[in-house]
Nanobody
Framework: QVQLVESGGGLVQAGGSLRLSCVASGSMFSINDMGWYRQAPGKQRELVAI???????NYAASVKGRFAISRDNAKKTVYLQMNSLKPDDTAVYFCNGHYSPYSGSRRQLEVWGQGTLVTVSS
């Protein structure tokens, strides 16, 4: 069973920084696209940033220039460096991944982490 485990959330003042990490474990051939989503109270879950296995990135307009997503394929880990944090960034941040269960698989499966809370105080 493939799992994603996030870490690094917490309480920070506006203007501060946090770094989230997400490690994939379990039986898989490869993990492909990985990303971060967030869900604020009373709002829908939204994409924050995504990175392909080749390193191509895409960001939500609201975080572009402040957040940076990166990955270490050998460690099956994705990171989210969050700078210049704002109170509006307060949310539960979820790690997401698409993986190939075995070599030659034509299908990709999706897995979510349990979420880590980021709270930005004004």
């Amino acid at each position: 069973q493939v799992q994603l485990v996030e870490s690094g959330g917490g309480l920070v003042q506006a203007g501060g920084s946090l770094r989230l990490s997400c490690v994939a474990s379990g039986s898989m051939f490869s993990i492909n696209d990985m990303g971060w989503y967030r869900q604020a109270p009373g709002k829908q879950r939204e994409l924050v940033a995504i990175i392909t296995s080749g390193g191509t990135t895409n960001y939500a307009a609201s975080v572009k220039g402040r957040f940076a997503i990166s990955r270490d394929n050998a460690k099956k880990t994705v990171y989210l460096q969050m700078n210049s944090l704002k109170p509006d960034d307060t949310a539960v941040y979820f790690c997401n991944g698409h993986y190939s269960p075995y070599s030659g698989s034509r299908r990709q499966l999706e897995v979510w982490g349990q979420g880590t809370l980021v709270t930005v105080s004004s």
